[in-house]
């Protein structure tokens, strides 16, 4: 068993440590708000003070927060990671910012004799509960195989990339296709609906079909009835849309039905949607439509 | 077990009676080309002279032909459809075409006291070979409740999703999403290989991940080796996007995903690649991102 | 000066016969409505029962009609144009139909020993009045030949595109521009405004910039007031588009900007505007960006 | 006459000076490389060692330069604009920046007792050698007034259209329109040729009609002959794209044919147009289309 660390304690990253703790690790974690780290530190995780503490603490730490800002945060500055960290450590983050960003602060890290890693997840906390989350891996090979266990623990399915950075194009890659889904679904249900079948029946139908991923499956009830709290909202979502249009552009691919669902995405937030999941793309062509929805 | 017609003995429909002949069904069949149904009627399909003569034999008549003129080919004239068909009988038809086509037909055979539905399948050969197909089913309540059984043996998933014509639009509802899925799959595909990504570890992560329809499965991996013979190819896709369009035009469903995917289509006829399958839109945005395919 | 005829008398066709008589032309002329003729007859027009006593009687023989479907009316049939056509007669159909109609017509007139020629004008009522129409032409060279100066006469830019059909190809290939111009004019509207500038102030720099074309010097004003009636509806412009895009499979142009601003036709009529000028793709994107229009 | 001060002196800049010149201003200027203002200093221009010296100098000092890099290069450090401005003195930025980092200049200007405006203008080089240059101000009314007699002697048509930042937001609202409006045009174009015309016959049908905007008058003929020099390159076109795309989305416009059209300056770069004319997205066009351009 390993002597782990995690930084960024939310739903998702909570949700990890438990699990990591169920596993048998020992977990040192951080967050900005220690509150939201209480249920943890009484299934046994050590609270550390900083970034910092945690990093020179455990031989793995963990990160997972919401974008490149705030990962730069727990990196620098007194009580980052970067000071915190020593040689023979591992870095491994999970959170989506962009690849560049991610690539240069492993560079920063191997400064300090330790390496990292860019391990996005795919998936939400259900799939994570159900034990079955993709974790994508970018960098070193020998890196790889020393986290590769502990990533296990975490999500079954994990698959070492390339170098560092891609992992987290990968992530990009696929999450745009979750956008571009949800809008052509939402195109057919307003085809069907318009034409005359039952809402209840045309989802049920379209479930089963063969457009039927995960997402379709998990998010296709959703036009029948918003979820309370967003899954994944609007902003969430356009965050890692724009990722992919900055990769497309920089790597020269276009992405026509990319930035065309993109498109739809920024109306939900004109449309006063920007709180809701992003299936709320539904709604937005449900009004164009006339529809009340 | 019941008395049925066949009419289209083609891949799919060829297919199907012979599954139905081994449930124990009496078919009785009829091809434009006798040579194709020289199979089943070694299985036990009797052959028959005319379309007119298949539905003054059968209770049932099944029909699956490539599109509305086929469809009219079959139906009218002194061999056709109309010309055999009686009182009490019922004619499916699981062909797609638009479904305002669809209904005019039903209406002219209930003037000769028959009745129709229309049943359009989800799925290829190979789901129809699984057991896994899925019918759609539009028509009389009465009408279905007497063809259900029947239905049951070709596909297990039977809906009746509404009145005459609507399961077309509810199959060209989810057949839109094929193209646009496939789009969005070669959209992410390429950033990952220009990212680095070997295009088998790409492939490999995507057909495990929250996007992995049957669609994205079965065809994902004909990004790294194009399948000898098309399974759907450019033009037939590109004939059910046009039945989406225009249905989406009638019924005011603006469809901006579904129309951008088809220009890739279009531009995919233009490249000269309409006979392949139409996951070669994959190739069209390869070669405008500067990649040779 | 030419003995000619005029089929079709609405705003346009009306105005185009006026100047033609006061150019010193004689005009016998038919409408389905002979109400909307009667300020032609008294100005010197010669009223004709039925399109085969006009064309029976001209030499050369306009035809200005709404669509595909009347353009068959007034040429078949015992009032046709067919039935009274004869050798060495023209018959120029100003008319924007598909450009296959169109050859489809030329075959039959030419089978009576006449000839004829697809002449679609760029422009409206007003450029017609402000002698500013440009008029292109289809058809054979001679025959070209023995109407320019006639049709010099409606509109002084009078140029030879090319074969029988191919003056409407044209025709459809500017004016599917009309519509994306519009599109994209709302999209840096919205822009403006929403960035603090006042509407009218954003008006009057677009349309002394590079971008004003005469669509954006004559609709830019409404969107700061919607004109009481509609110059070109948005059923008019979807019409025009569905031809461009129709030409577009045929030819295998992919028109990635065309269909996207088709869409927002499409909901123009979703959100109950179809009556209005297809400027209103404006108010489309305004209340997608949770403006008030 | 006024005593102006002017920094970056590229094929824009240096013909405003020269412009300027002619009218009788005094003018500083600055340029990163001398060798180009070699031709002004001859004219009558004072040389600056630095963009200090010549906002010191000044009483209203022009910048024109690349990007809000280079704004920064030039405004701060110990030679920068910030550190030779001084009370009552006017800063008037002529470059296309994102209009938030004008803004914050501007703030930063207004500390030292001076004012700033954003005055961007519309058209070419060749335009403004044309008298016809059109110029968008952005700023308090009262520096604009100040400011104004000489922004007529660049261009006669000087709007102000709002506070600082806005006229910025007005340029980028423009210049979408160019790239949206070639791409309609390139379809339109293709269409065409694909029919049967000559690609002459139908850019001059095209210059004449209602989409003959002077981009279009200009661009035209680019589908013609290729210039030897790009006027205004893939690159530079796509900055400005980037920009709009970046104002949409913080004001939730949704821009569905500006971000399609930049897709396919994306495929331009990809196919390894980079360099030329934006024009050139009729090329990627064509070759999707199977032509060769």
Redesign the interface.
């Known amino acids: 068993m390993a002597n782990l660390g995690f930084i960024g304690l939310g739903t998702m990253g909570g949700q990890m440590v438990a699990r990591l703790l169920d596993k048998g690790h020992t977990v040192i974690g951080y967050n900005r708000t220690r509150k939201r780290a209480e249920w943890l530190i009484e299934k046994g995780m050590r609270w550390a003070a900083s970034p910092r503490e945690v990093a020179a603490a455990a031989e793995i730490t963990f990160a997972m927060v919401t974008n490149s800002a705030a990962l730069r945060a727990i990196a620098e500055g007194p009580g980052g990671v970067l000071a915190g960290i020593g040689a023979g450590k591992v870095f491994v983050d999970i959170s989506t910012v962009a690849?560049k960003v991610s690539r240069e602060l492993a560079e920063r890290i191997r400064e300090k004799g330790a390496d990292m890693l860019d391990a996005p997840v795919?998936?939400s906390v259900i799939?994570l509960q159900q034990g079955k989350l993709?974790v994508?891996v970018g960098g070193r090979a020998q890196t790889f195989a020393r986290a590769k266990p502990v990533l296990e623990d975490i999500g079954p399915?994990v698959?070492h990339?390339?170098?560092n950075?891609?992992a987290l194009?990968?992530k990009?890659?696929?999450n745009?296709?979750?956008a571009?889904?949800m809008?052509?679904?939402s195109?057919?249900?307003?085809?069907?609906e318009?034409?005359?079948?039952?809402r209840e029946?045309?989802v049920?139908?379209?479930v089963?079909?063969?457009?039927?991923?995960?997402?379709?499956q998990?998010r296709g009830p959703f036009v029948l009835q918003q979820p309370d709290e967003a899954w994944f909202d609007v902003n969430m979502m356009?965050k890692d849309m724009?990722l992919?249009?900055e990769?497309?552009?920089q790597?020269?691919?276009?992405?026509?039905?990319?930035?065309?669902?993109?498109?739809?995405l920024?109306?939900a937030?004109?449309?006063?949607m920007e709180k809701k999941d992003f299936a709320c793309v539904f709604d937005?062509?449900a009004?164009?439509?006339?529809l009340e929805p």
Chains 1, 2, 3, 4 share one sequence.
């Open positions: 690849p795919s998936g799939t993709s994508m399915k698959t990339v390339g170098d950075g891609v194009a990968m990009i890659a696929l745009l296709q979750l571009v889904q809008m052509a679904f195109e057919g249900m307003l085809l069907a318009k034409s005359g079948i039952k029946i045309a049920d139908v379209m089963h079909s063969a457009i039927a991923s995960p997402m379709v998990y356009q724009l992919a249009m990769l497309g552009r790597l020269n691919v276009p992405l026509p039905t990319t930035t065309v669902s993109n498109e739809f920024t109306a937030r004109g449309m006063g937005v062509l009004k164009m439509s006339g």
